[in-house]
């Protein structure tokens, strides 16, 4: 009777422990998991870039000949000081989508990629001016195949060439003779995007020229388009784009075409390639300019890498490379009208060579800030048939070395 009563105690003792384990844990399961609200698309973001290129022979004119964001000799300069409002696409599969951005800039690379009308004659004694880099609507539609259909309204970069305005996507501070004289900085028009399988792209739009946005110097509209190749998982990619349209001023027929094959290839983890292709010819003056740049970049560790490009750039008719000595030649010589310096010159019948080696230096930074890039660089240009466009135009070659800090917040 005892055993039987202790037994019987000790049962339901273990029921009830039982029970108690299964509410509990059945407790634990049923409670409400903490989930992070979606993080804002709405992003402002901004960077600061600043540098110096020395030229040891000391110019009088205080020109690195050929080169634009960096043609000042032996003077910092503030480049670029720049704020950015954008939602980017994201688009679900099978839904309309949209975005914007917005992008200002001060400083110093502002005197060359104005577009007409836009900015062209603000500040034009400083060397630090204003610019409305880009300002576009962004939509995205769900038609045709899975990637679907962009299409950007308003002012934006170019499709062509290697290099870009924004440094963050530069690896070195000088530019080559392609990004400054071969292809347009920016324009202002409409340009769809087919995203017509998993690696091709098509791209075609229309323009009012080359950097030309509320005025036009000849009122005529051009064609901007391309295709983008995608390989092997991203590890090859290869642009192709064009820019087709009357460029001289009161001139609406005669044709200016401005084309760019750009082919990145990820060798491996740490060895990146990129080639860039550049035809241009003007019907005007039947101008032709043509050039290779040939970059390879190596990744040492997570805050240095290494770089070397080289390039050779024809002007066969001395049209497009130029030095502009005065801020607001670029916008004069744009839109037609006589420069005011006369120290502006161009480099005549040249063919161009150029070697630059540098590398990229990013220390870790606190928050709020982003990222801080050093850019040291060398670089030799040399004409490679006797003309002597550097220095004053006393000069076969051209040595100098530059460094620029590139703050991202």
């Known amino acids: 009777m005892c055993i039987d009563s202790m037994s019987a105690t000790r049962f339901v003792v273990l029921a009830i422990m039982s029970l108690g384990s299964r509410v509990a844990f059945a407790g ?20 600061i870039d600043s540098g110096i290129t020395f030229n040891p022979d000391s110019p009088q004119d205080n020109q690195n000949f050929g080169r634009f964001f960096d043609d000042r000799a032996n003077e910092p300069l503030l480049n670029q000081a720049v704020i950015n409002f954008e ?59 899975e990637g679907g259909l962009d299409l950007k309204l308003g002012k934006f970069v170019t499709l062509e060439g290697a290099e870009t305005i924004d440094p963050r996507t530069n690896f070195f501070y000088s530019h080559t003779y392609i990004f400054n004289f071969g292809i347009p900085f920016d324009h202002t028009g409409a340009l769809a995007t087919f995203h017509a399988t998993k690696w091709l792209d098509i791209m075609g739009g229309v323009t009012r020229g080359v950097n030309t946005s509320i005025d036009d110097n000849n009122d005529a509209l051009a064609f901007h388009g391309g295709i983008g190749l995608n390989f092997n998982e991203g590890k090859v990619v290869v642009a192709a784009s064009t820019h087709i349209g009357p460029e001289t001023p009161n001139n609406d027929h005669d044709l200016r075409y401005l084309n760019a094959i750009t082919t990145t290839w990820k060798i491996n ?32 560790n997570n805050w240095l890498t290494a770089g070397i490009r080289g390039e050779i750039f024809r002007d066969e008719q001395g049209f497009y490379v130029v030095s502009f000595a005065d801020t607001h030649d670029p916008m004069r010589v744009l839109a037609g009208e006589p420069a005011i310096d006369p120290r502006t010159v161009g480099g005549g019948r040249t063919t161009y060579g150029a070697v630059t080696a540098g590398v990229n230096i990013k220390p870790p930074m606190p928050k709020p800030l982003a990222a801080l890039t ?33 703050l991202t917040f």
Request: proline share 6%; net charge negative.
């Open 269 to 300: 983890d740490k060895l990146t390639s990129i080639t860039d292709l550049n035809y241009a010819l003007d019907e005007v003056t039947d101008a032709k300019a043509y050039g290779i740049a040939q970059y390879f970049t190596y990744t040492i």
């Open 87 to 145: 939602r980017a696409l994201a688009p679900q599969p099978g839904e309309f989508d949209w975005g914007f951005k917005l992008q200002l800039m001060s400083g110093s690379d502002a005197r060359f990629i104005h577009s007409l009308g836009l900015f062209s004659d603000t500040a034009a004694t400083s060397i630090v001016q204003p610019d409305l880099v880009e300002a576009y609507l962004n939509l995205h539609f769900p038609v045709f195949t």
């Open 28 to 47: 634990e399961t049923s409670m409400p998991v903490e989930t992070k609200p979606p993080e804002s698309r709405f992003k402002i973001s901004g960077w």
């Open 374 to 406: 050093i850019r040291p660089e060398v670089r030799y240009d040399r004409s490679l048939n006797n003309t002597r466009p550097f220095n004053n135009s006393s000069d076969r070659d051209q040595f100098t070395v530059g460094v620029d800090f590139i």
